[in-house]
């Protein structure tokens, strides 16, 4: 009997070492310190919108593109990117990067703000991301509380002679979900709409499927042992990180954007958020798109939606038949 005791002890003492390890595996994998270059940035940016490369490449070789940064409370630096329009306006709009990216992959977007609509473009390094510092990825939880400063720094770069902005923020993969996550916070009135494109609806569902698509495992129990240790390491918990129990506290339009053929932040995803937000709304499932595609592969159709919706948005006064009557 005694003998028993021993073995199962043994053997719960080896199981549990095994999954402490994994657990610490998974954390590390997922939101480990490694970050891409600016090369590897601008090569994902020309996979991703091949017709704004030249266009990111000349504004960057000629100056045109600044840099700023804040030091946070705890001492920190962020970073981010800045570029004035052509022809003054208080016209802004911040732009928010996915995982492992930098303010340089939203030049792709930028272009769009920039030379389409005239605006004024901010482009942060989120925490553990190109020019910031940081030794883990946030997932857009606590990041949502730097954009939160970032749209202050914006305000004052480019108000201009003009009492505030008149300002957007728009993010694509996870930093739609910053985005999403900001918009549950109380955001300055020169704010006028958030735009996510591709966003997870929180970090345990996103974990949950990567750890089922690339590894065939089941959540339980590695994902509860890896999000108990995020909340002791860090702060947070997967669950914690919720873009959908951020967007039920949102009040200001928001447009929700996704591939249909979004396989890493699965399709799916995109109508319990949608769903979840009661505020004035629209939604587009890109056809055929993979993810964080949706602009590549259809930029008219793109920017003339995203125009709509920013047009509607920034009026003196909200038309909400003009959202309930344009759901698709």
């Known amino acids: 009997m005694k ?7 043994v053997a719960v003492t080896v199981v549990t070492a095994a999954l402490i390890s994994s657990s610490f595996y998974l954390l590390h994998t997922a939101i480990g310190g490694e970050r891409f ?20 490449d000349s504004i960057i070789a000629s100056g045109s593109l600044r840099d700023t940064t804040i030091t946070m409370d705890d001492g920190t630096l962020r970073h981010a990117y800045y570029l004035p329009a ?22 792709s977007i930028g272009y769009m703000y920039h030379n389409d609509f005239g605006y004024n473009i901010l482009l942060p390094d989120l925490w553990c991301h190109g020019k910031s510092d940081g030794d883990y990825i946030a997932m857009g939880w606590n990041d949502r509380l730097d954009v939160l400063r970032w749209l202050d720094v914006a305000n004052t770069i480019f108000k201009g ?16 979900a910053t985005v999403m996550n900001l918009s549950g916070e109380k955001t300055p009135d020169y704010v006028k709409c958030f ?32 999000s108990a240790l995020c909340k ?12 959908l129990r951020q967007v039920t506290k949102a009040t200001k339009p928001m447009m929700f954007i996704h591939g249909s053929n979004d396989n890493f932040v699965p399709t799916k995803m995109v109508y319990p958020l ?39 948005s920034t009026s003196p006064k909200v038309n909400l038949q003009f959202f309930a009557s344009r759901m698709q």
């Open 3 to 9: 003998k028993l005791v021993k073995i199962s002890l």
């Open 37 to 56: 270059t600016q090369q590897e940035v601008l090569e994902r940016l020309s996979a991703h919108a091949p017709l704004t490369r030249h266009w990111a």
């Open 86 to 107: 052509n022809t003054p306006t208080p016209n802004t709009a911040v732009l928010v990067h996915g995982y492992k990216m930098s303010g340089l992959w939203m030049l």
């Open 161 to 176: 002679d003009a009492p505030a902005t008149n300002m957007v923020v728009h993010g694509v993969s996870m930093g739609a």
């Open 195 to 226: 735009i996510e494109d591709c966003g997870y609806t929180s970090v345990w569902d996103e974990f949950s499927h990567e750890l089922h698509n690339l590894y065939h495992l089941p959540e339980t129990p590695l994902l509860h042992c890896a």
């Open 232 to 243: 002791v390491r860090y702060g947070w918990s997967f669950g914690e990180a919720s873009p």
């Open 274 to 312: 949608y769903k979840a937000y009661k505020g004035p709304k629209r939604i587009w499932v890109a056809p055929g798109s993979r993810h964080a595609m949706s602009y590549g592969d259809h930029p008219e159709e793109y920017t003339a939606r995203v125009r709509e919706f920013i047009a509607e």
